[in-house]
């Protein structure tokens, strides 16, 4: 009993010295790419196997980056309207790429998903999670668009609502269009519920 | 015994019979299966619960129904559980909540599930709850106004889920565990929420807001 009480003393201690996190082996770590700072190379690995860079998909007005998902419902509610994002801002002058960071879905089933929904963009793998942990990415689908000088000008949802018949804002597009005309961003970070992105377990 | 680690580092410890345990209640969870196709969408009827009567469509909530929630159990250390029909390893966790729910309640832990499913998943949701026949309410967002909600619970969050959120009694936001976690990594987080209750001397909330409906 009294070593119960000394257990229970020290770990009121440890909750008084303030706000914990319990960070699961699969959480996203804090972000070091925000709105407004620049990003360098970063490398990735294409659905065959070869390595592939970033700064190979500059777009003349700049560059979309949509961390997507197989098997995560919401990703999958977003099919339709990303491949209808890739191909107007694709004519517009973005790169559009679509990246895959979860540790449970292999290049050949993202090939063949983005096959069948007719996705129409690259997608590549983020096999370590090295790009989703320096941009801090947490969930599916989850957009980050960048302008020609690699600086982040929009992070967040692609719009307001899972349901197409809810929607009310097209953040992403909105973003997008700004950033076409050299504009910032009306609303650069946008916040959505979404699948966890299914990262590397950490040792 | 309680051995205590500081909760950003939980032990981790083989469990044998708890992973036994949560094998079994993974093959009975629902088959909502887009997550996974690679398994056919009937139940396993082997699996199958004997109880699987209806429990009541959760009650929809908005940012002011979560504060009213917080208010309702304040007094009492609280963990806040956020999931979706849609959300495999919600689905996979679920089950060890309701036990974990179960355990600690004579220590005086309430748990609150809230539900992020849409309209149109009200019938996976339904099934989801006469399944797991859980023994702690759940509620369901309203849709919509995603980004005040999340931010109004913890401005940290980026809406990922699974995510759970400890209340300490006095109604303080002291931890959150968010994606996928371990059944160590729950309870030592529930033992520093029940520990910080211990802390505060009983009857004197520091604040301020009674907040009962």
Known sequence: MRRVSIVLALCAIAAALGFWRVASQNSAPAAQVTVGSKVGDLPFTTLDGKPASLYHFAGQHGTLLIFVATRCPVSNDYNQRMAELARDYTARGFAVIGVNANRNEPPEEVAQHAAEKGLGFTILKDLDDRVADLFGASVTPEAFLFDTSWTLRYHGRIDDSRNPANITTRDLRAALDAVAEGKPAPVAETKAFGCTIKRLPRS | ?213
Request: contains cysteine.
């Open chain 2, 1 to 213: 015994m309680l051995t205590f680690r500081t909760a950003t580092l939980p032990r981790m410890v083989w469990r044998g019979p708890i992973l036994v345990l949560l094998l079994a209640a993974a093959i009975g969870r629902p088959s909502l299966a887009q997550e996974k196709p690679k398994f056919s969408p009937k139940s396993s009827p082997a699996a199958k619960p004997s109880s699987t009567k209806p429990v009541a469509d959760p009650a929809l909530i908005d940012q002011q129904g979560y504060q009213d929630i917080l208010g309702k159990y304040r007094g009492k250390p609280l963990l806040v559980n956020f999931w979706a029909t849609w959300c495999e390893p919600c689905r996979d966790e679920y089950p060890m909540l309701n036990e974990l729910a179960k355990k600690y309640a004579p220590q005086g832990l309430r748990v609150v599930g809230i539900s992020l499913d849409s309209d149109g998943e009200m019938i996976l949701v339904r099934r989801f709850l006469a399944r797991n026949q859980p023994v702690f309410p759940n509620f369901r967002k309203r849709p919509g106004k995603e980004e005040q909600f999340i931010n109004a619970v913890y401005a940290k969050w980026s809406g990922a889920i699974p995510a759970s959120f400890f209340y300490a009694a006095d109604g303080r936001l002291i931890g959150q565990i968010i994606g996928e976690s371990t059944r160590d990594n729950y309870e030592a987080a529930i033992r520093t929420l029940l520990a910080s209750g211990a802390a505060d001397t009983p009857g004197t909330p520091s604040g301020s807001m009674p907040g009962h409906e």
